[in-house]
């Protein structure tokens, strides 16, 4: 991250991803630029239990799981591979 202290226009990740367990159950959740998504899998198998998907240029409060909207499923696929590849996946193709 230094490097962008110095020259913040540089390219950076994709997304900044957290989890959060409940129980069992763990919450995986990515920010990128425009979403927030997050699965919620059962830790022991790996089960997705359910998604979230909130658009941060329309509900920066993330409100509304438009996860289930027709005009967002292009987008549902895209982001749970990014998840899935985690940070590695998510840095920038060249870096300084």
């Known amino acids: ?4 202290l110095d020259n913040p226009a540089l390219p950076w990740k994709k997304a900044a991803f957290s989890q959060f367990a409940k129980q069992e159950i763990m919450g995986y959740s990515m920010r990128t630029e425009g979403y927030r998504y997050t699965e919620w899998r059962i830790i022991e ?6 998604r979230e998907l909130y658009d941060h240029q ?17 987008v549902v696929p895209e ?4 998840l899935r590849g985690g940070y590695r996946m998510a840095l920038p193709a060249v870096r300084p």
């Open 58 to 74: 329309n509900d920066a409060e993330e409100n509304i799981n438009v996860v289930e909207q027709p005009e967002k499923q292009s």
């Open 1 to 4: 991250m230094a490097p962008l």
């Open 45 to 50: 198998t790996g089960e997705v239990l359910a």
């Open 79 to 82: 982001l749970a591979a990014l």
